[in-house]
């Protein structure tokens, strides 16, 4: 089996576009226009997230070859007799991943994220203890087995990359010495989203570039948004919901209130719809998932776990319903359950209990969800085609 056909098994289809994601497959990929040489790795996956303008790349090169690590030899030793990809093979992926680069009016960037060499072997859980492997989580390249009968962990890393979002693909990445804080120090824009009632404030808000609020509202963790979006109520217009949003230019106290000044309000491309929730005064999310979010609910979701679930749940279905408890998102404290189809999800201490008609259908450990997400949406998936 191919990569390309395993990718296509998996739903990663060449240029599918996703409300979320792009995923882009392509075979013999020329990458030209390098400062070096022309580079041609077998296949590259181009994953493009919602709210960035450019891709991630990840190289798999399939080298059908296999050192046996046989007694006395030095791979033997170094790699403890566990068979691997030759050492030369996962040295071209250095090549590969630091060679592919791109320039923006600007100085060269990596644009390639991670690089694997695809070698012949089917012992897939004795091959979980070699360097090689390991070193995919620290420096995201190494080899992954691929034959016909052991295609588990390249699915589970190609399922991983999709699902990531662009925070933790960028977290993976391997950054130039001394660009690591500036990242960090952009990398989570918040977004402070106010409550808007009244359709004369809203409208001179637009109009002058301003949103004034009072200071005694704003009480925990609002100076740290660099973004404002308005949340408008049904005295506002009859679809209410968020729709604008805007980059804070400048934030001023004038008497008993705040000021923000923005640079332009921009529509978000969906309407964030409230279905049935709102908001008290205001609440904070980030920019990624105020892009990505189409019901208010979402963004409330705070630990990896609910946003995991999410995740997987709007790959099976794009009709995701969430239960908070409380209507209001800045009382809320927790996600009570999700609901999809004629499913309905909890998030325990320990476990995801699925329900139907009111009964527990499956028990997940919740271990999975945070170690092998893939293994949750094929158990889902599994369900859903028993009924």
Known sequence: MSIYSLMLRRGVCISIRKPRKRSRLSIKKREEKLPTITQFPDTMLSIEKKGRDYEYHYVFDAKYRIDFALPGTSYGRNYHGIPGPMEEDINTMHRYRDSIVVNEQGPFERKAFGAYVLFPWDNEEIYQEHKLYKSIEAVNIGGLPFLPNATDIVEQLVERLIDKNPEELQREGILPRGTLSEWESTIEEKVLVV???????????????????????????????????????????????????????????????????????????????????????????????????????????????????????????????????????????????????DMKLFLKEHDILVEQQDEVELRIPLRDLRERPSRVFKRLVGLMGNQ
């Open 195 to 341: 409550k808007v009632s009244d359709e004369a404030d809203c409208r001179s808000s637009i109009q002058d570039k301003t949103f004034k609020m009072a200071a005694h509202l704003l009480n925990k963790n609002w100076q740290e948004a660099t973004y404002i979006a308005l949340y408008t109520t049904k005295e506002v217009e009859e679809s209410n919901g968020i729709t604008y949003y805007a980059k804070m230019k400048d934030v001023r106290i004038v008497g008993e209130k705040v000021w923000f000044e923005v640079e332009t309000w921009k529509l978000l491309s969906n309407r964030i719809k409230p279905v049935g929730y709102g908001i008290s005064n205001y609440v904070i999310t980030g920019i990624n998932h105020l892009l990505e979010a189409k019901e208010l609910p979402e963004l409330f979701m705070k630990s990896k776990e609910e946003r995991t679930l999410w995740r997987i749940l709007a790959r099976l279905s794009d009709r995701v319903k969430y239960e908070l408890d409380d209507y209001s998102l800045d009382c809320a404290s927790s996600v009570e359950s999700f609901r999809i189809m």
